[in-house]
């Protein structure tokens, strides 16, 4: 159902036919944004539609997604996460209206799973048996599990400092795993070079358009559970930038079928450690390369692969960006846990801590309505879930070291 793809770097539109991921005049920055006919959307695909389907995953949005429906009834059921108000956080942030969308209950225990779904479908379709990506962790555990569930062989590639959960999802699901002693740049390199060698299926979601679309899923459930009520503020973390990116294709999508009437402020969320985005969005530059120094291992992206998207998607939404420290993280680990009985990874955290952050700034006020994505669980990386509470204290097994703690 799609009609094409515009590149996003020279604006040069090719047909629904077109084979390529990138741009055959950009090469690799030429990264492709799909093209959708509305109209003809509209048509068929309704508020009152959607609110008939009874499908509870992102399938429900079938119009707005590049894919055949062939296989989807085998797929893992992803998308249609909770989105709760939030009953206890907005008084200890300052901010009246909070919504936390829920995405660390996906199949995988996080967002990418939305993409994943996609990328097996896609490979599927292409008569491949083998997907290839590399990761920060999410992506690949969330590959490796979806397309074990089709049936199809994965190889992945994973910078050593991957966090246990992450990395023990990627062997129970049978994935051939490539742990690459180097940072994540390196890593993605040597995936590119496997995807080029052996013709592999590939999910690096920066390069694979079609990724970004399963992605904007989030922004379409956020919209639909809102009742099309759009909130001022939607704030996402940031690493390679596709996930904001599709944030925001999702909201574009429904402003042009006429469902919302305007598209919320994005608020990038990106860690000090390792902020080239937030850094180039002030600068009005492109983003300049930089180590990777955050326990945040999801947003620790020294150099992003979707630049432009994930910059225009803040600007246009009128949004801005903004980084927090390590700190920081860690402490909003601890209060969504809390204060909501939502446990996230520190990537995921950081969406909290920005806000936080942005209240601090002025950017958010205190009447506006904010969501924040939680876009993978604190399980995956309970070190860093460790870090943020502290170790417990050992009793002796007596009454009186019982009443010692619970009289304090
Ligand atoms: C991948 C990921 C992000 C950031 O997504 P990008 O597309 O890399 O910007 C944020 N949080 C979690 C938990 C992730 O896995
Ligand atoms: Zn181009």
């Known amino acids: 159902m799609i009609k094409g793809f515009s590149c996003t770097k020279c604006q040069k539109v090719y047909g629904p036919d077109y084979k390529s991921f990138t741009c055959e005049s950009c090469g690799d920055v030429g990264i492709l944004d799909v093209l959708y006919d509305y109209k003809a959307i509209g048509n068929h695909f309704t508020k009152l539609s959607l609110s008939k389907d009874k499908r ?4 429900r949005y079938l119009p707005l997604l590049p894919i055949k429906d062939d296989f989807i009834d085998k797929a893992l059921q992803v998308g249609y996460t909770p989105l709760y108000r939030s009953n206890n956080i907005h008084n200890e942030i300052d901010v009246q209206k909070l919504y ?9 225990a996080s ?15 292409a008569k491949k048996d083998t997907i290839c990506c590399s990761s920060t962790g999410n992506a690949a555990s969330s590959l490796a599990g979806n397309a074990a569930r089709m049936g199809l062989k994965t190889v992945i590639f994973v910078p050593k ?79 390679d930038g596709c996930t ?29 450690g390792c902020s080239p985005l937030y850094k180039a969005f002030h600068n009005k530059t492109m983003p300049v390369p930089e180590e990777e120094l955050t326990l945040a291992d999801s947003i620790s992206v020294g150099i992003p692969r ?25 402490s909003s680990i601890a209060l969504l846990g809390r204060t909501e009985g939502v446990f996230s990874e520190p ?22 309505t904010v969501v924040i994505i939680n876009t993978g669980n604190g399980l995956k990386d309970p070190a860093n879930g460790r ?18 703690i619970l009289n304090k």
């Open 56 to 59: 509870l995953n992102l399938f």
């Open 100 to 108: 936390i969308k829920d995405d660390g209950l996906n199949p995988t």
């Open 111 to 125: 967002l990418k799973d939305r993409a994943s779904v996609i990328a097996v479908l896609k490979c599927l379709e």
């Open 161 to 239: 400092r991957a966090p246990i959960g992450k990395l023990t999802q990627l062997q129970v699901y049978g994935a051939n795993v490539l742990s690459v002693n180097g940072d994540y740049s390196a890593t993605y390199d040597m995936s590119k070079y496997a995807i080029d060698q052996y013709g592999y299926y590939n999910r690096n979601a920066a390069i694979n358009p079609y990724l970004i679309e399963g992605k904007k899923t989030v922004a379409l459930e956020i919209a639909e559970q809102l009742d099309f009520n759009m909130p001022d503020w939607v704030s996402i973390s940031v690493g």
């Open 244 to 272: 904001i990116g599709g944030v925001y294709k999702g909201f574009y999508d429904l402003l042009q079928l006429g469902f919302i009437k305007h598209i919320p402020k994005l608020l990038g969320v990106q860690a000090a």
């Open 306 to 330: 979707n630049p432009i998207k994930a910059l225009e998607a803040v600007r246009k939404s009128k949004g801005t960006y903004v980084e927090v420290t390590d700190e920081e993280i860690l």
């Open 347 to 368: 990537a995921s955290a950081a969406s909290l801590a920005g806000v936080i952050e942005a209240r601090k700034l002025g950017h958010i006020s205190p009447d506006e």
């Open 387 to 404: 870090k943020a509470v502290g170790e417990l204290t050992l009793i002796e097994p007596t009454t009186e070291s019982v009443d010692d």
